[in-house]
C-alpha cells in the first residue's frame, strides 16, 4: 500500500523528537512490510494544507497522522469527505481517538500496529456540518478549555497541570445556560452547567473513549447546574472513571440531536475535539454510520501494548 505520513512538527511530544531519523525508520520498516511510506515532516501552521494534499494526490492510497488530537481531528474530518483510510499515530496528551481505535499509545508500537493492521470502517459525527472523531462540548467543557489556553506551559505534563489549574478556576464560577434538545425521544428543555455529546457512547475509564465505534448513536451527557463543590467533585470521579454514578450526570444515546441556546450571549464558545469554536444558537449533531475508513492496529499487537 503507498501510505503517506503526515507528522506535525509542533505537535504533542513529536516536537521533542529527532523527526527525521523517527521518519526514516519508519519507511524502512514499512519496506519491510511490503508498503511504500513517504513521511512529510511540516509545521504545525501547514498540517491542514499538507493533509489537504495526501487526499487529493489519486498515488495516495492512505493516510497516517501523527499530532495531538487537533491535528488527528483535521485529519479525520478531510479523510471522512476524501474517502481515503485514516491512520492515527498517537502524539498527543490525551490521544482520545487512538484509544477508541485500540491503538499502542507509544509511537514506534503503534508505526507496527498500523503497518500490519487492517482496513475498517467506523462511525463519525458532525456538529452543524463540522465533523469530529471524539465530543462536541457545552458549558463546562469549553469554558476549562479557554481558561487552559490562556495558561503558559511546556509538554504533556504541563498541559495535564494546567487543566487541573483550569478545573479549579471554572469552579469559582460554574457556568449556567439553558438549552432546548430536540430527538427522536422527544423534546426537553433543561437549565444546565454542561452538555458533552460524543461519537458513540463513552466508556467508564478514567480517561473517557467511545465503547465501540461502530454503534451508529451519539451519547448525550447532561450535567445540570452545578455548585463549585459539585463540580470539583464530578471533576474527581471523572478522572477516576466513577462519572457516570455522579448524581447531576443524565445521559441518553440517540441516532441525531438538536440543541438551540434561545438566551446563547454573544462570544459564547463551544468545545470541538479539543478546539474552541464559535456556539451558534442552533447545533444539529449527527452520526454517521460507518462513514470513516481506517487502518485498525492489528490485534497482536494492540494486546501486547
Known amino acids: 500500500m503507498k501510505i503517506r ?18 521518519a526514516r525508520r519508519a519507511e524502512a520498516l514499512y519496506a519491510q512490510e511490503g508498503h511504500a511510506l513517504q513521511c ?8 491542514e ?3 489537504r494534499r495526501a487526499n487529493q494526490d489519486s498515488d495516495v492510497e492512505a493516510i497516517i497522522a501523527g499530532g495531538g488530537d487537533g491535528t488527528i ?60 472523531v471524539h465530543q462536541f462540548g457545552v458549558g463546562i467543557h469549553a469554558r476549562l478549555v479557554r481558561i487552559r489556553n490562556g495558561m503558559v506551559y511546556r509538554g504533556r505534563v504541563g498541559k495535564m497541570l494546567a487543566s487541573l489549574r483550569a478545573i479549579a478556576a471554572a469552579a469559582l464560577d460554574p457556568p449556567r445556560f439553558e438549552m432546548e434538545l430536540h430527538t427522536e425521544k ?5 437549565t444546565a452547567s454542561g452538555l458533552a455529546v460524543s461519537n458513540n457512547p463513552l466508556d467508564d475509564s478514567p480517561v473517557p473513549v ?3 465505534l461502530k454503534s451508529g448513536r451519539l451519547g448525550v451527557y447532561v450535567a445540570k447546574t452545578v455548585t463549585t463543590g459539585e463540580l470539583l467533585s464530578l471533576a474527581l470521579d471523572v478522572m477516576t472513571g466513577r462519572w457516570r454514578a455522579n448524581p447531576v450526570v443524565s445521559e441518553t444515546e440517540v441516532r441525531d440531536l438538536v440543541l438551540r441556546f434561545p438566551k446563547r450571549k454573544r462570544g459564547t464558545f463551544a468545545v470541538l475535539d479539543g478546539e474552541l469554536i464559535d456556539l451558534e444558537t442552533a447545533v444539529t449533531l449527527q452520526i454517521h454510520p460507518l462513514a470513516l475508513s481506517v487502518i485498525m492496529p492489528a490485534a497482536q499487537i494492540r494486546s501486547e501494548t
Open 210 to 212: 467511545a465503547e465501540s
Open 40 to 47: 512529510r515532516i511540516v509545521p504545525g501552521k501547514s498540517v
Open 186 to 190: 422527544g423534546d426537553r428543555t433543561v
Open 5 to 22: 505520513a503526515i507528522l506535525n512538527r509542533d505537535g504533542g511530544t513529536l516536537r521533542t523528537m529527532n523527526l527525521e531519523e523517527f
Open 49 to 51: 494544507a499538507e493533509l
Open 73 to 132: 481531528s483535521t485529519a479525520a474530518a478531510m479523510a471522512f469527505r476524501s474517502g481515503k483510510p485514516l491512520a492515527v499515530l498517537p502524539a498527543g496528551t490525551m490521544n482520545l481517538f487512538a484509544r477508541a481505535l485500540g491503538m499502542p499509545l507509544d509511537l514506534d508500537g503503534a508505526l507496527l500496529a498500523i503497518a500490519r493492521g487492517r482496513l475498517d470502517r467506523i462511525d463519525i459525527a458532525t456538529a452543524n456540518g463540522r465533523p469530529f
